[in-house]
């Protein structure tokens, strides 16, 4: 390792990390509501004081929701912000950090250890708290690298981009803005929860939502209505076989996932009354993108297969299928980019081994920025078995270890002065 590399390694200050990962958990930065709003702006102070040149910016929703590239939304949003920091110097960044603030919602309180979700609870080396992993442990390394950096006193030869977005929960809105205001990189990582992988590639997620008609009767006289829980019965067993044969073949990125394209029914609503046959029933759920698979390709085999059910109901009522809410398609690393073995290097070299290569079964951000011609891989701290789950946490000593790996990343990428 070179002196400037390690000056930087010796800037990252451990307990300074942990206090920026409590911090931005402490702040409820559900997608779509105001905490998120508050965290952007959070961001573009701690990227200030780095010295970065920051960028915050209130995002035009109207504007990019008439563009038909926009990605689609779910959480209702009437304000929204980005944060772009970028290091001295001319031309594009080198590198890209990439991290999302918002969090899904945290269901039932009484499930969390402790009753309060974004209390940032530790115990030994584990931070507790919703957002802890997904992804805000990420976002604490982007910043730690940034913060090392300027205390180091090394000075990059080409531009390190820090980017903070919103929105990633829901579709992607905040990274579709950033990319549209002209912030690029000649590549990127996002700091998403890896388990100390590199994920070269990530499955994609579109949202659906299923409407199913039945026949209203009074619940004594059953026989005289049509009850649309039945009715979808069927059509759910066929979801099910639709994701069998979706998942035959799977890529060896993938390892050991035996599903990396799930079909999952997220929510089932039926009914008005408990003494009547349920005459709609209403269910949503995600299905899973194929690596490098049209979205629009995926969409027509869920509707073929959906509207096939033989059923003598089901013909004359068909069931209505909408596509609301988050679309991700697939995306991935070129293949051969150097991004994947700087990465490699870096990790072995702050770890001891290199990390193993990997798919994800989610959809990112990932897919905005590999569509805007940025190579890009995901390398973060935190288990995603942990995400959007009422035990979410993360292990502070990845937290170390990841943002060293990529403070010599940035190093190494972006060269000295």
Sequence with gaps: MHDVEARVLDAVDDAETVALLAETVRVPSVTGTDAE????????????EADLDVDLWKIDLDGLRRRDDCPATEAPRTEAYGVVGVTGGAGVPALALQGH??????????????????????????LHGRGACDMK????????????IKRSGVR??????VHCVVSEEDGGLGAFATLARGHTAEAAVITEPTSGAVITANAGALTFRLEIEGLAAHGGAR????????????????????????NRDVPTVFGDNVLPYPIEIGTVRAGDWASSVPDLLVAEG???VRLDEDPAEARAAFEEAVLGVAS???RDHPPVVTWPGGQFASGRLPAGHPLLGEMNRAVADVCGTSPREAAAPYGSDLRLYAAGGIP?????????????APREQVDLRELRETTRALALLAVRRCGTL
């Design 376 to 388: 890009t891989l995901h390398y973060g701290p935190g288990d995603v078995r942990f995400a959007h």
């Design 101 to 126: 603030v918002d969090v899904v919602p945290v269901g039932d309180l009484a499930k969390w250890a402790g009753g309060d979700p974004f209390a940032a609870r530790i115990t030994g080396d584990i």
């Design 137 to 148: 442990a990420g976002l604490a390394a982007n910043l730690a690298v940034a913060r090392a």
């Design 312 to 314: 003598p109901w089901l």
């Design 286 to 288: 995600r299905m899973g």
């Design 156 to 161: 990059l030869a080409r531009p390190l981009a």
């Design 223 to 246: 026989l005289e209505g049509v009850n649309a829980v039945e009715v979808f019965w069927p059509v759910f067993e066929e979801i099910r076989r639709l994701e069998e044969e979706r």
């Design 37 to 48: 709003s508050e965290l952007q702006h959070r961001v573009a102070r701690l990227l200030t």
